[in-house]
């Protein structure tokens, strides 16, 4: 068990650990702590699913808010004001109003209108599962490498289990970890730095260091 201040600061890790993040020094001491600090792998459990949704975060569109052009609201009332006489510079006054509001109606509906992006392909794949363990999984190619969404049942509840992306050479490369939940369904995400076309395979792996399933890609 670590100490508090210790504990806290590897606590404050598991964000960059679950993106993958982190010198192999720096996620090994990581991965120490976790492997005796149940807290800590629930949490990491939480954060694993939600990494992949930052993939689909356009930074470029994050402080993109429609709004009508600069000006044009103090234009329309300094032509109101000019307006004479007094009737027809209120008739005038309704019709400056419905333009700002059909302007700003535009620029919403072209907000709405924006391009979708289309969704990701899911590519299902195969897996061999060991005794009392079944599971399915999708793979995800993505412009910074592989996702694997994995459902299954039977992961011993409580026991740490990591994920490995192997690509063409063989090597092992990290995709995160999930605690087992027994019985229950499990689903999780989970993201390699491998890209789909270098990718081979992928193996869960339990804490004593038994494949307990693969897949070949």
Do not use: K
């Amino acid at each position: 068990m670590s100490a508090p201040g210790e504990h806290r600061r590897l606590r404050e890790q598991l964000g960059w650990y679950a993106l993958g993040h982190g010198t192999p020094e720096e996620r090994a001491g990581v991965r120490a702590h976790l492997d005796g600090c149940a807290a800590c792998r629930a949490e990491l459990a939480e954060l694993t699913p939600l990494t992949a949704w930052l993939d689909r975060v356009d930074p470029d569109r994050l402080d993109d808010r429609p709004a009508p052009p600069p000006g044009l609201g103090d234009a329309v009332l300094a032509r109101i004001a000019a307006e004479r006489p007094r009737r027809a510079s209120s008739r005038r006054a309704l019709a400056a109003a419905a333009v700002v509001g059909v302007a700003a109606a535009g620029f919403g509906i072209g907000w709405l209108a924006r391009p979708v992006p289309d969704p990701l392909p899911l590519e299902p794949v195969a897996v061999q599962a060991g005794p009392g363990i079944e599971a399915t999984a999708d793979v995800v190619p993505h412009t910074w490498g592989l996702e694997v969404r994995l459902t299954g049942e039977g992961f011993t509840a409580g026991a740490v289990y990591r994920v490995v992306v192997t690509d063409e050479d063989g090597a092992a490369v990290p995709a995160g970890q999930f605690l087992g939940v027994g019985p229950a369904e499990l689903r999780c995400n989970l993201n390699s730095s491998v890209l789909r076309e270098d990718a081979a395979g992928f193996r869960v792996v339990a804490a004593d260091g038994t494949v307990v399933a693969s897949s070949e890609l």
